[in-house]
């Protein structure tokens, strides 16, 4: 819950999966959903699912809200844990539909 390393990694699979919307938004605005639908869908995820590492646990310092109490952290720790592999496989997922 506290590994700072995982935390900068996944904010940096989100900023990838941000970028890589974005762009492909730009490259074709009116086909964007038709050409590249499945990477924006799942690029969604990967940015909701780094959203639930934020809110409403504070996992990997990925945010400035207070801990939860001492008799609540194991359980904390434990979701942290869980919600961090749901978006590591949503990542690979991701990847999966940008790779060429």
Excluded: N
């Excluded at 974005?22 to 490259?27: F, G, N, P, V, Y």
């Excluded at 924006?40 to 504070?58: E, F, K, N, S, Y």
């Excluded at 001492?70 to 990542?91: F, K, M, N, V, Y």
């Amino acid at each position: 819950m506290d590994d700072a390393d995982c935390g900068a990694a996944l904010t940096a699979a989100g900023k990838v999966a941000a970028d890589t919307e974005r762009r492909l938004r730009q490259k074709d605005p009116e086909r964007a959903d038709l050409l590249y639908g499945a990477a924006l869908t799942t690029a969604g995820v990967v940015q909701d699912g780094l959203a639930r590492l934020r809110h409403p646990i504070p996992c990997y310092g990925l945010s400035e809200a207070p801990q939860p109490p001492p008799p609540l952290h194991a359980e904390a720790e434990s979701i942290c844990a869980e919600a961090a592999d749901l978006t590591r496989g949503e990542w690979g997922i991701f990847l999966s539909t940008v790779a060429p």
